[in-house]
């Protein structure tokens, strides 16, 4: 069990770590791929507050012509529902109020 909670912080340690700017070539693949890792956050029913927030706010900025705003905000989202999902796999067997 404590080996398992050691690679899922690494996991999560990884996802900090990650550069800034999204590896997608495109504005259009980089939100396509932080919509699905919200989507797998979403899905484990872990959805941080801010993620979708996030795309609204770089869609915004993309259509001023802020392109590398947006993708930093895009990134920042993408983590976000990196984190989220390793984050609920992280506390899948904790007890307490939330359960």
Same mark, same amino acid.
């Given at each position: 069990m404590k080996l398992k909670n050691l690679s899922l912080i690494t !996991?999560?340690?990884a996802c900090l770590m990650s550069p800034v700017l999204a590896q997608a070539g495109t504005y259009e693949e980089a939100v396509t791929e932080a919509k699905a890792s919200i989507n797998n956050a979403k899905a $484990? +029913?872990?959805e941080w507050?801010?993620?979708s927030k $996030? $795309? @609204?706010? !770089?869609d915004k900025l +993309? #259509? @001023?012509?802020k392109s590398d705003e =947006?993708?930093?905000l895009? =990134? #920042?989202a993408k983590k976000q529902g990196d984190m989220a999902v390793v984050q609920a796999? $992280?506390? =899948?067997n904790v007890s307490g109020p939330h359960n």
């Amino acid at each position: 069990m404590k080996l398992k909670n050691l690679s899922l912080i690494t !996991a999560l340690s990884a996802c900090l770590m990650s550069p800034v700017l999204a590896q997608a070539g495109t504005y259009e693949e980089a939100v396509t791929e932080a919509k699905a890792s919200i989507n797998n956050a979403k899905a $484990l +029913n872990h959805e941080w507050r801010d993620s979708s927030k $996030l $795309l @609204e706010k !770089a869609d915004k900025l +993309n #259509k @001023e012509g802020k392109s590398d705003e =947006a993708m930093k905000l895009v =990134a #920042k989202a993408k983590k976000q529902g990196d984190m989220a999902v390793v984050q609920a796999k $992280l506390q =899948a067997n904790v007890s307490g109020p939330h359960n």
